[in-house]
């Protein structure tokens, strides 16, 4: 069977044939493919091609596919035991490795995915100030929980709506929507209401309307205010972490959030998320504290060895550097055709990070990504796969370099861009 045979039969016994929207297709059009194997750089479809793979899996690859030693730690750890919901001195090794790696986090609670994550940091924000409110950004994608899912990103930008159905109001009454980059925008609301917010919640640099930074003075504005009326600042890393250095991009750029929520990198490709902060905040938790949080697998040693593996591999061969340098070979080169070719984009990258936004101007906010092309997004990402290349199916994500990709790789991708 082909992928398209594979997706008929999907959508007879799963809604929409995908376990996540964004994999659907919608954003591009087309049938989605079915990926059989991966290693390194490379994917085979159900449909026997090969693809280089500039998606990485939405991030968690930054090594690259089935690397070696975390296969092989994976498969050693099951052998001993899938779960067991009781204490491993495993997890707490881990937690030591994640609070050395990143100072800010004196304490750090293991969960199964970011959305646990941030739902949960955000309950501990609520619990710990005792106040109901947050403040989070337009266009920035923190997971599916409730209240996170108005103006939100990432594949609710694909569907066409930025919030959701099934969100009662009383969830969405308490959160402000601000946005990106407009730091006077969250001071207007502080001004009225900086003693109800219990957090501000923002992608550090975002990821979930195409890769947007933060322009200067926004993150420190942020964690100035908050300081200022009582509020915490909540790093949302699950795509930052371990993305630009074996450390969140807070600890590189010397500004510490209340909170750092993780995800993706720190699983090496199986299902983690963290939260964690200062202690005086984590203790709140229980059992030691009022705020609940639990999870049958947290902390799970068969995933939690391939984070351990992955995060002392990025720490012992800090691949950072090699991959800065690819990314910006690679956007430096769509650039460079793009103004040859007088095509209607630009390349954003930072680190392996990298979204071509199809309009000429600068884009730092949510209204100015979706005023980009995204049929020119389409017919990219369509001449891509054909070519042998697999991208973000959706105008509104990032695309990934990892430690796996190499000069050659980086050139043929410019070679079939450049036939666009
Ligand atoms: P998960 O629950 O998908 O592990 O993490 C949610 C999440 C939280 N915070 C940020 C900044 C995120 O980017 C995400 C998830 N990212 C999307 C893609 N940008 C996951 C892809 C998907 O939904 O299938």
Same mark, same amino acid.
Request: aromatic content about 8%.
């Given at each position: 069977?082909?992928?398209?045979?594979?997706?008929?039969?999907?959508?007879?016994?799963?809604?929409? /044939? #995908?376990?996540?929207?964004?994999?659907?297709?919608?954003?591009?059009?087309?049938?989605?493919?079915?990926?059989?194997?991966?290693?390194?750089?490379?994917?085979?479809?159900?449909?026997?091609?090969?693809?280089?793979? &500039?998606?990485?899996?939405?991030?968690?690859?930054?090594?690259?596919?089935?690397?070696? !030693?975390?296969?092989?730690?994976?498969?050693?750890?099951?052998?001993?035991?899938?779960?067991?919901?009781?204490?491993?001195?495993?997890?707490?090794?881990?937690?030591?490795?994640?609070?050395?790696?990143?100072?800010?986090?004196?304490?750090?609670?293991?969960?199964?995915?970011?959305?646990?994550?941030?739902?949960?940091?955000?309950? @501990?924000?609520?619990?710990?100030?005792?106040?109901?409110?947050?403040?989070?950004?337009?266009?920035?994608?923190?997971?599916? +929980?409730?209240?996170?899912?108005?103006?939100?990103?990432?594949?609710?930008?694909?569907?066409?709506?930025?919030? +959701?159905?099934?969100? +009662?109001?009383?969830?969405?009454?308490?959160?402000?929507?601000?946005?990106?980059?407009?730091?006077?925008? #969250?001071?207007?609301?502080?001004?009225?209401?900086?003693?109800?917010?219990?957090?501000?919640?923002?992608?550090?640099?975002?990821?979930?309307?195409?890769?947007?930074? =933060? %322009?200067?003075?926004?993150?420190? *504005?942020?964690?100035?205010?908050?300081?200022?009326?009582?509020?915490?600042?909540?790093?949302?890393?699950?795509?930052?972490?371990?993305?630009?250095?074996?450390?969140?991009?807070?600890?590189?750029?010397?500004?510490?959030?209340?909170?750092?929520?993780? $995800?993706?990198?720190?699983?090496?490709?199986?299902?983690?998320?963290?939260? $964690?902060?200062?202690?005086?905040?984590?203790?709140?938790?229980?059992? @030691?504290?009022?705020?609940?949080?639990?999870?049958?697998? +947290?902390?799970?040693?068969?995933?939690?060895?391939?984070?351990?593996?992955?995060?002392? @591999?990025?720490?012992?061969?800090?691949?950072? @550097?090699?991959?800065?340098?690819?990314?910006?070979?690679?956007?430096?080169?769509?650039?460079?055709?793009?103004?040859?070719? *007088?095509?209607?984009?630009?390349?954003?990258?930072?680190? /392996?990070?990298?979204? =071509?936004? &199809?309009?000429?101007?600068?884009?730092?906010?949510?209204?100015?990504?979706?005023?980009?092309?995204?049929?020119?997004?389409?017919?990219?990402?369509?001449?891509?796969?054909?070519?042998?290349?697999?991208?973000?199916?959706? *105008?509104?994500?990032?695309?990934? %370099?990892?430690?796996?990709?190499?000069?050659?790789?980086?050139?043929?991708?410019?070679?079939?861009? !450049?036939?666009?």
């Amino acid at each position: 069977m082909n992928s398209a045979q594979w997706f008929e039969r999907a959508q007879k016994v799963i809604p929409g /044939g #995908v376990n996540s929207p964004v994999r659907a297709f919608n954003g591009v059009g087309g049938t989605p493919v079915y990926f059989k194997s991966g290693k390194g750089v490379k994917v085979q479809t159900e449909d026997g091609t090969e693809l280089i793979d &500039f998606c990485g899996s939405w991030g968690p690859l930054i090594l690259g596919h089935a690397r070696d !030693e975390v296969v092989d730690v994976v498969a050693k750890t099951a052998a001993d035991g899938l779960t067991f919901g009781a204490n491993t001195a495993l997890e707490t090794e881990f937690a030591e490795l994640i609070t050395t790696l990143i100072p800010e986090m004196e304490m750090v609670r293991l969960v199964s995915s970011g959305t646990e994550a941030v739902m949960s940091a955000i309950r @501990l924000a609520r619990g710990y100030t005792g106040r109901r409110k947050i403040i989070k950004f337009d266009g920035c994608y923190h997971g599916h +929980s409730d209240y996170l899912l108005v103006a939100a990103g990432s594949g609710l930008l694909t569907g066409g709506s930025t919030s +959701s159905a099934g969100v +009662s109001p009383a969830a969405t009454e308490e959160v402000f929507v601000a946005p990106y980059n407009d730091l006077a925008a #969250v001071q207007k609301i502080l001004k009225t209401h900086g003693d109800e917010i219990a957090a501000v919640i923002v992608e550090p640099i975002a990821g979930n309307m195409g890769l947007v930074e =933060p %322009v200067a003075g926004f993150l420190e *504005g942020l964690r100035e205010a908050t300081a200022e009326c009582g509020a915490l600042l909540i790093f949302d890393e699950v795509i930052n972490g371990f993305r630009l250095g074996a450390t969140t991009f807070g600890h590189t750029i010397g500004l510490e959030p209340d909170l750092t929520t993780l $995800g993706k990198i720190i699983g090496g490709g199986m299902p983690i998320g963290a939260f $964690g902060g200062r202690a005086e905040i984590m203790k709140q938790l229980a059992p @030691l504290g009022p705020v609940y949080q639990a999870g049958t697998l +947290s902390g799970n040693p068969v995933a939690v060895a391939a984070g351990m593996k992955t995060l002392e @591999l990025l720490r012992d061969e800090s691949p950072y @550097l090699k991959i800065e340098i690819l990314g910006k070979r690679l956007a430096d080169g769509i650039n460079r055709i793009a103004e040859e070719k *007088g095509l209607n984009l630009h390349c954003a990258q930072r680190g /392996g990070m990298f979204t =071509p936004f &199809f309009r000429k101007e600068a884009v730092h906010n949510l209204d100015d990504s979706k005023a980009c092309d995204q049929k020119a997004h389409a017919t990219y990402f369509h001449h891509m796969l054909n070519h042998g290349f697999y991208t973000p199916p959706s *105008g509104f994500e990032v695309a990934f %370099v990892s430690a796996a990709h190499t000069t050659e790789d980086i050139d043929a991708f410019l070679e079939a861009f !450049e036939k666009m």
